[in-house]
């Protein structure tokens, strides 16, 4: 006798949307197994989401509080600007901290570095590593693997808005571009009063750009156009060792992702606090 | 040894549902193990595929607790000692019965990539290549096709109806293995991921990568170098406004078929009829038969056979290359 127990309530279970996971098949005449459960997964597959949503939003809250406050962004007495300020290019900018002109209107809708921020945010959004992550956790599409998104039709990448996700390329040439901008700000902020000054301001600064550069380099579109597109790399022996490289920070780049992400935050967190004079610059030199 | 509760789907194409079994458990077994020994015991009749028990041969995927495995390389020791193992058929293809599935799908996603063109200035036997330049390449020949990445990824399995439009993650890092390859002569290989193959629908979620068995970096490696070079071609401003200008995007689309299909009752896609003489030649190739003797069954052995070697797994009486009209894909340049 089979000691198979089909019970009643495993039958029971399956109600009209039973083939799948979602949609009736349209395609394939045949039906799928019917499986009641959206999800058989029993591990805790939300946490994932839910930290990436947390971490996501505390961030850009903060970020959204710094960019519009206007104020606390410039240390002057070491040089100090914050990167959610660089360029500073307003013409409500303090003048010793606009290093490339003020031209841009002074409107307390407009950030003050309006040339950078929203390139750095199209950055960002369109960063292959970033997509993963809120198609997970904000679009739910998938909530995680084997996990049902809810969406009764689903095109991916193919329609308007989201084909523009291929243009991901330029926010990089634009990012790198910034970079050297963030780089410049790091390293006239070592001239002190006196000459060469460091304090800890300069090691968060220039700890902040060494990050930025390593997840702006470890970019997926950088590791294409660098070498990637190549056929054979043997005819092309510069490129390939710079895509060893690029390939080797690639691997890591959602941490990077985060990572900058910190340290941007508290990069800014430090200037704004020496700035408001909450606490004072550690000096080793100078 | 310790007993534990199986929860198994049983079932076929009208009706199924999950059956419980108390089923001893030894040290070191892995879910196969325990399948095998249902059959042995209690559940005679309960389908399940298999061939190597090494990990190599992608036969045994199931789904073991809601997640797309290998039965033969999950191990019994990475579940809590007391808790129930759920295996199930993979969700996104057709069920036959119980654990084993009709993944004709990935199939005839494959017939319609085209295959490796060899270069005409080389023979057969003068190929060289650096190991540099294939080693992107070889990654993906590991590749066991056990279809994990098949079932897991969203864009089918929670929307049967991107089927026709989308390939898979296993057929883009088929296309990407020839699109590195540094001998392949066909250039063509990102505009085909883009519309015959459907790469634009997955957004990078990393699924397949998760549950490759092989550790294939299907996403990093194979999906988003595609997505860069079809970004290349088509989504480049200044390349697309040339097109534009030439007129040239309309040239290529009106000969290309599949995304347009429609589906048919046959469990086969039938496109959406073409400009002249391609129309009618669309139909997916039928099985061919096995050579097999007056008994129904196949020789023993070569030295039964009527021929040197082993009989072809594409039926004997199929010869190479197959006749261009038998194939669903059509390429512009050759109309
Ligand atoms: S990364 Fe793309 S192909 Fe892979 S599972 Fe996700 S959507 Fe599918
Ligand atoms: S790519 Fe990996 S998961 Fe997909 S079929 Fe091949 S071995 Fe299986
Ligand atoms: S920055 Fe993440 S992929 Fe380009
Ligand atoms: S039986 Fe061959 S991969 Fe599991």
């Known amino acids: 006798m089979c000691a198979a127990v089909r019970t009643e309530a495993d039958l029971s279970n399956r109600g009209e949307g039973m083939t799948t996971t979602g949609a009736v098949p349209a395609v394939a005449a045949k039906p799928r197994a019917a499986i009641g459960e959206k999800t058989l997964r029993r591990d805790r597959w939300w946490v994932a989401p839910a930290l990436t949503v947390t971490g996501l939003v505390a961030w850009l809250a903060y970020g959204m509080v710094r960019v519009f406050s206007q104020a606390n962004y410039y240390v002057a007495e070491h040089h100090y600007l914050t990167p959610f300020y660089s360029p500073c290019t307003s013409t409500g900018c303090l003048p010793e901290a606009a290093h490339f002109g003020r031209f841009t209107p002074d409107h307390p809708l407009v950030p003050y570095a309006a040339l950078s921020l929203p390139f750095l945010l199209l950055f960002r959004l369109t960063c292959y590593y970033y997509r993963k992550a809120y198609y997970r956790s904000f679009w739910l599409s998938p909530p995680a693997c084997a996990v049902p998104d809810r969406r009764p039709r689903y095109t991916g990448e193919t329609r308007f808005p989201l084909v523009f996700q291929n243009l991901h390329r330029y926010a990089f040439y634009a ?64 490129r390939y060792r710079w895509w060893l490289l690029v390939s080797k920070l690639n691997t890591r780049h959602m941490e990077w992702a985060w990572i900058t992400l910190g340290t941007l935050a508290l990069t800014d967190a430090y200037v704004m606090s020496v700035s408001a004079g909450w606490i004072t610059d550690l000096r080793f030199v100078n | ?150 079932t897991v990824c969203h864009v089918v399995r929670d929307h049967d109806e ?105 469990g086969h896609w039938t496109p959406a009829p073409l400009a002249g003489a391609f129309e009618q030649a669309l139909e997916v190739p039928p ?33 190479f290359p197959v006749p261009a009209e038998d194939l669903r894909y059509v390429h512009p340049d050759s109309v």
Request: aromatic share 8%; charged share 20%.
């Open chain 2, 287 to 319: 099985p061919q038969a096995a050579p097999v003797g007056p008994d129904g069954k196949l020789p023993l052995s070569e030295t039964l056979l009527d021929r040197a070697g082993a009989a072809s797994p594409f039926g004997d009486d199929v010869s």
């Open chain 2, 162 to 266: 991107n089927k026709p439009a989308f390939a898979g993650p296993r057929l883009f890092i088929r296309a990407a293995e020839l699109s590195m390859h540094p001998l392949d002569d066909r250039t063509d290989r990102a505009a085909h991921a883009a519309r015959e193959q459907g790469i634009g629908y997955c957004n990078i979620t990393k699924c397949c990568t998760e549950v490759c068995p092989e550790h294939i970096r299907i996403t990093d490696n194979a999906i988003i170098p595609m997505k860069e070079r079809v970004a290349d071609r088509r989504y480049d401003p200044l390349v697309w406004l040339g097109r534009r200008i030439l007129r040239r995007d309309q040239m290529v689309e009106q000969y290309v078929s599949s995304t347009a299909a429609t589906p048919t009752g046959s």
């Open chain 2, 1 to 150: 040894m310790h007993t534990r509760t199986f929860q198994i789907w049983r079932g076929d194409v009208h009706d199924g549902g999950l059956a419980d079994y108390q089923v001893e458990v030894n040290e070191g077994e892995v879910v196969l193990d325990v399948i095998h020994r249902l059959q042995a015991t209690q559940a005679p009749d309960l389908a399940c595929r298999w061939n190597c028990k090494a990990g190599k041969c992608g036969s045994c995927s199931v789904e073991i607790n809601g997640r797309p495995r290998l039965a033969c390389m999950t191990r019994m020791s990475t579940f809590e000692p007391d808790a129930t193992v759920t295996v199930t058929p993979l969700r996104s293809f057709p069920v036959i019965r119980d654990l084993v599935t009709d993944v004709s799908y990935n199939y005839t996603k494959a017939r319609e990539t085209p295959a490796f063109a060899p270069p005409p200035e080389l023979a057969p036997g003068q190929y060289r290549m650096q190991q540099r330049d294939v080693q992107r390449s070889q990654e993906f020949r590991k590749c066991i096709e056990c279809f994990l990445c098949q």
């Open chain 1, 175 to 238: 990012a790198v571009l910034i970079s050297l901008v963030n780089t410049y700000d790091a390293v006239i902020a070592f001239d002190g009063e006196r000459g060469l000054g460091i304090g800890l301001g300069n090691l968060v600064l220039a700890t902040n750009v060494v990050m930025l550069w390593i997840y702006t380099l470890s970019c997926h579109s950088c590791r294409h156009v660098f070498a990637g597109r190549l056929r054979t790399f043997s005819q092309h022996p510069v």
